[in-house]
Every structure is written in C-alpha cells, then in structure tokens.
C-alpha cells in the first residue's frame, strides 16, 4: 500500500520558518521524483518545489525560489521542504507528491502522482 505522510506543519509568524517532512511507503522512493504542492482556501493547488529522483537540479515555483529549500533522504524514503523567511500568503495546505512512474523527471498538477493527505500551514503577520 502506497503512502505519503506529511508532518511538520503548524503556525509560525512572518519572518520564521518550518520544516515539512513527507515520509514514503509501499513503493520504492529513491526511483520516483518527489516534491511539494500548496493549495490555499479558494485557490486551485499549485506547484512549489521538486528534486528529480536522481537528486540533481531541484526547482522551485518563483514565489518560494530563495526561501524554500527541498531536499531527499533516499535510505530513509523521506523528501524535505526547509521554509524560510515565511510570508502570510504561504499559507496553505502542503501535499507531498511523487511520481507514480520511476525515473521520469518533472512534477506537476498534471503528472501521474502519488499524493499525501496534506499538512497545514499558517503563516501570521
């Protein structure tokens, strides 16, 4: 059974940070290319960061690119977003997503992915 569980989030005031952590199962993680995606109330979900499945060439949506930071853990099947210097119009709910098909590069809404159930996160001025 395959899982993505995201944790990590929760409050913070502009100018902080918080560290998501999406822990995969049931599949083989260190062949899938991984990633984040945010969806505020009223917004459709949109893409924020990715790192291929051979960890070269990680990027980022232009609203978080020198802020957000992603990164993988392989031999623990877990992918990382380090949020720094956060804004309130970072808040969201974060989804992890991986690739369903290994060793393809590339995420997007429109890719064939693994989805986690979403952790919230609440940025206050």
């Known amino acids: 059974q395959v899982q993505l569980v995201e944790s990590g989030g929760g409050q913070a005031q502009a100018g902080g940070s918080l560290r998501l952590s999406c822990a995969a199962s049931?599949?083989?993680?260190?062949?899938?290319?991984g990633g984040w995606f945010r969806q505020a109330p009223g917004k459709e979900r949109e893409f924020v960061a990715a790192i291929n499945w051979n960890g070269v060439n990680p990027y980022y949506a232009d609203s978080v690119k020198g802020r957000f930071a992603i990164s993988r853990d392989d031999a623990k099947a877990t992918v990382y977003l380090q949020m720094n210097s956060l804004k309130p119009e970072d808040t969201a709910v974060y989804y992890c997503a991986a690739r369903r098909i290994p060793f393809r590069t590339g995420l997007s809404t429109s890719t064939d992915n693994y989805w986690g159930q979403g952790t919230q996160v609440t940025v206050s001025s």
């Open positions: 049931g599949f083989t993680f260190s062949s899938n290319t």
